[in-house]
Structures are given as structure tokens and as C-alpha cells.
């Protein structure tokens, strides 16, 4: 069975840090694109981060350029999102998703804008922003 499993949220001050990882199981990471998804209170599910199947490529939605940081370890089967200098606005329901993309020529920012290409979701891991 192909899953992701995510972990690392947690509630955290302005300006903290935090680290999501995102573990799959079933299948071979190396083959699929990740991304970063984020859900905050009574809003749309967005794409803030992704990366490629290959490791060349990243994308970072204008919210979190600067401060989030997306990365890979296939041979962990982990991909992580390095989190600084939270804001409140950064709070929500964070989710991991792969896409099988061997053969994908879509950009990273073209594959975070269509949610529908993932077909591997975790639960979500809650991030709280607040003093």
C-alpha cells in the first residue's frame, strides 16, 4: 500500500522553526515529485512547496520564499520541509503528497498549482502559530 505519513507539527511562537517530515512507504520516492500542501482555517487547501522526482527542481509559493525550505532523502524515503521564522498567517493543516513523475516535463510551480496530479495524501500534521 503506497502511503506518506507526516509528523513534526506542533504549536510554536512567532519567529520559531519548526520541521515537517513527510515518510512514505509502498513505493519508490525517487520516482515521485513531493509537495507541500497547506490548509489554514476556513481557506482553500494551497501548494506552497514542491520538489521533483529527481532533486533538481523546487518551487515556493510567494508566502513562504525566503523562509521554508523543501528537501529530499530517497534513500531515507523522507522529504522534509524546514520551516523559520513562522508567522500566525502559517498556521493550518500541513499535508505531504507524491505524484509518480518520471516522465512529468511540468514545471514545480505548474505541479504545486494542480493538486489533482497527486494521488498519494497524508493525514495532515496541525502547525500553530501563536504567542
Known amino acids: 500500500q503506497k502511503q506518506v505519513v507526516e509528523s513534526g507539527g506542533g504549536l510554536v511562537e512567532p519567529g520559531g522553526s519548526l520541521t515537517l517530515s513527510c515518510v512514505a512507504s509502498g513505493f519508490t520516492l525517487g520516482y515521485y515529485a513531493i509537495g507541500w500542501f497547506r490548509q489554514a482555517p476556513g481557506k482553500e487547501r494551497e501548494g506552497i512547496s514542491c520538489i521533483s522526482h529527481s532533486d533538481d527542481s523546487t518551487y515556493y509559493a510567494d508566502s513562504v520564499k525566503g523562509r521554508f525550505t523543501i528537501s529530499r532523502d530517497n534513500a531515507k524515503k523522507t522529504a522534509y520541509l524546514q520551516m523559520n521564522n513562522l508567522k500566525p498567517e502559517d498556521t493550518g493543516v500541513y499535508y505531504c503528497?507524491?505524484?509518480?513523475?518520471?516522465?512529468?516535463?511540468?514545471?514545480?510551480?505548474?505541479?504545486?498549482?494542480?493538486?489533482?496530479?497527486?494521488?498519494?495524501w497524508g493525514q495532515g500534521t496541525q502547525v500553530t502559530v501563536s504567542s
Open positions: 503528497a507524491a505524484e509518480f513523475a518520471v516522465d512529468r516535463v511540468r514545471s514545480m510551480e505548474d505541479t504545486c498549482d494542480r493538486q489533482f496530479v497527486f494521488d498519494i
